[in-house]
């Protein structure tokens, strides 16, 4: 009789890390034997579908309520909370996954899945709601309890909890104390390169022209604010030009904006908003180096792909980031606005340094491929399913 594994992600595709992850896994899945294996997949969104057709995978796409519907729905989760009831936000999601009686639900984003009596596998990518609630990207009152309950939640149901590192594993362990043999590390790899790099039409630069690259949205705890207070430090010695993506809507926009005008950086900084894939392998490829001064962890996607594209790295010395980097990146203190120019400056002026950065990227980025990945999951995946 065949297992019975059905797959849900309530998150469409292009949400970061998280997207390469569950297509990482989906991929794993594909290579499943059909004869002892019926793999299902649902969804919310329908640019899932294609992703499920390039690996063989039947899917079910669940609309969401119409409106009204939502608006109902919204008026019972308040009354039943008043009441002090549960209420689980995607039940018409659920209800038809559920009905499917899987042996093992596999969750390819972080979540927790209201089903009975079927093994439950998914990931646990950060806990910076713990020990970062200082952003209220994470530490404001409903993002943080909406968090803390669904970690809680899955670490205490789950089979299998995946993380991606050591840290991960210890971030888990001393929060929620789930059975240890229950945590397995699943690292990220990078997302793979678009096939070919396109400039920007949008970019501001002259030929040839130096720039340091930060790929991230405008949040508080992506710390915007310390690099460009490095930047000012150097200024006007070295001719320092930063090149910024991603949107601008986010908590360290008024912060953003006020630092530019206060530290009179508008000539040097160049924010290009939304830039597709074509457009960010281009960024990497012609960046002098890409620095990453993140407060948040354990690891990030950002750096990995930088080395995969032969971009010099510089990340936070925080968290896993040593673990996963190794000797591949540069390192400093998030918090110090001297040590992050320190390393600009270096990677700046050397090109040496920046040759061999670029060699030990290359080094990094191949020791942990998607074929690892795919074996290990299958690894935990068998695990489960005999234990």
């Not at 397995?184 to 002259?206: D, G, T, Y």
């Amino acid at each position: 009789m065949k297992k019975l594994i059905a797959i849900y992600s309530l998150l469409p595709p292009g949400a970061g890390g998280s997207f390469q992850y569950g297509a990482s896994i989906l991929s794993a899945l594909s290579l499943l034997d059909k004869e002892k294996y019926s793999c299902h997949f649902w969804c919310i969104h329908k640019e899932w579908l294609p992703v499920a057709k390039k690996f063989n995978i039947d899917v079910t796409f669940v609309p969401q309520p119409h409106f009204l519907h939502r608006v109902g729905l919204y008026a019972v989760r308040k009354i039943m909370k008043l009441c002090g009831l549960s209420w689980q936000h995607y039940t018409y999601f659920f209800l038809p996954l559920s009905k499917w009686y899987p042996d093992i639900c596999i969750s390819l984003a972080q979540s927790c899945p209201p089903l009975q009596h079927c093994k439950i596998i998914g990931p646990v990518h950060d806990l910076m709601h713990r020990y970062e609630a200082r952003f209220p990207e994470v530490g404001e009152a409903s993002e943080y309890c909406s968090r803390e309950q669904m970690f809680s939640t899955f670490c205490r149901t789950a089979a299998a909890i995946l993380v991606d590192s050591n840290v991960g594993k210890q971030h888990v362990s001393e929060i929620y104390h789930p059975d240890p043999e229950k945590i397995f590390i699943l690292p990220f790899i990078p997302s793979p390169l678009a096939e070919k790099a396109e400039k920007p039409q949008n970019f501001p630069l002259a030929e040839g022209q130096k720039y340091l690259f930060y790929p991230a949205q405008l949040w508080l705890h992506k710390n915007h604010a310390n690099l460009l207070r490095a930047v000012k430090k150097l200024l006007p010695e070295l001719d320092i030009h930063c090149i910024f993506t991603g949107t601008t809507d986010k908590s360290g926009a008024f912060l953003y904006n006020q630092l530019l005008h206060e530290l009179d950086l508008e000539k040097n900084v160049h924010h290009l908003g939304y830039v597709s894939d074509n457009e960010t392998r281009w960024l990497y490829e012609h960046a002098r180096c890409m620095i990453m001064p993140s407060f948040f962890g354990p690891t990030n996607i950002p750096p990995l792909e930088a080395m995969l594209a032969g971009c010099p790295v510089a990340v936070s010395d925080i968290y896993a980031m040593r673990e996963r980097y190794g000797d591949a990146s540069l390192y400093f203190d998030p918090h110090n606005v001297t040590e992050i120019a320190a390393v600009i400056q270096r990677l700046w002026t050397d090109d040496n340094l920046c040759h061999e950065m670029i060699k030990h990227g290359y080094k990094q980025a191949s020791t942990w491929t998607q074929t690892d990945f795919e074996a290990r999951f299958l690894d935990i995946l068998h695990h489960v399913e005999n234990f």
